[in-house]
């Protein structure tokens, strides 16, 4: 899936103003791995938390990661 991120209130995104970041879930045997990729645009949101909310296992929860601007992988148990 591709997070797609601009201001919402103006025109700005014609001139490049936005933001994608791939986000990609697997099954993995202990959990989930969750990859969140480099975002690419020049969009700046400022800071903020992905949260992730998991359905499928024993105990639902909801996993919240800092958004660090850069790819990483993050493993869910």
């Known amino acids: 899936m591709t997070l797609y991120e601009d ?26 791995l969750v990859s969140i990729g480099a975002p690419e645009g020049n969009y700046n949101p400022g800071a903020r938390k992905f949260s992730f ?12 990661a800092t958004d660090e601007g850069k790819a990483r992988t993050i493993e869910i148990r």
């Open 53 to 64: 909310a998991i359905k499928s296992s024993a105990i639902p929860r909801v996993v919240t």
């Open 7 to 32: 201001d919402g209130s103006s025109p700005a995104y014609q001139q490049g103003a936005f933001r994608r970041t791939k986000i990609d879930v697997r099954r993995a045997a202990t959990g989930y």
